[in-house]
């Protein structure tokens, strides 16, 4: 077997691999830790314009699916979120669909081209042991560690929403 043979059977998110955990229900109200990229290879979110729509649309999917969104952060190739879904059968992956249409929609609407954001995305199930605090605090240090800003409070593409950290 070749190296193409085996990258193309270990590829880690080939469309019949899915990135969630089998049999687990992403409607249950527990917090998770979610990573959404831009298409690989560009930093859309360098226009301050689709960054601010971007904020708009976190909130508005906040208001039409009853989540919780704690903190979030938006980088030039990414997305942070700390989210909680109601409980009301309403997924992680639905809540995330709904996002990320909606923000492809906004791109265009601004010039963009294509597609947005990479298949799928991430997430990490915070267990009980692990502090939302710290978790939040990550996210909101993200621009701080990719050296964007001195301060991460001057960073305007994060936030925290429902207050978690507060």
Request: overall charge positive; charged content about 25%; proline content about 4%.
């Amino acid at each position: 077997m070749d190296s193409k043979d085996i990258k193309r059977r270990w590829k880690t998110y080939g469309k019949s691999r899915s990135l969630r955990l089998q049999g687990f229900d992403y409607s249950s109200p527990r917090l998770y830790f979610l990573t959404i990229c831009a298409r690989e290879g560009e930093s859309p979110f360098a226009n301050s314009d689709l960054c601010e729509g971007v904020e708009r649309l976190i909130r508005e999917c906040k208001a039409r699916y009853n989540f919780q969104i704690y903190t979030w952060c938006l980088v030039s190739d990414h997305l942070h979120l700390l989210v909680q879904p109601p409980g009301d059968g309403t997924t992680v992956s639905r809540f995330v669909q709904v996002f990320k249409s909606l923000t492809t929609r906004l791109y265009w609407k601004l010039g963009g081209a294509g597609r947005l954001w990479q298949r799928g995305f991430y997430d990490h199930i915070l267990r009980e042991d692990e502090d939302p605090i710290t978790v939040g605090e990550y996210i909101l240090n993200n621009p701080l560690r990719k050296g964007l800003v001195e301060s991460a409070e001057k960073y305007p593409f994060s936030g925290i929403i429902d207050g978690i950290l507060s």
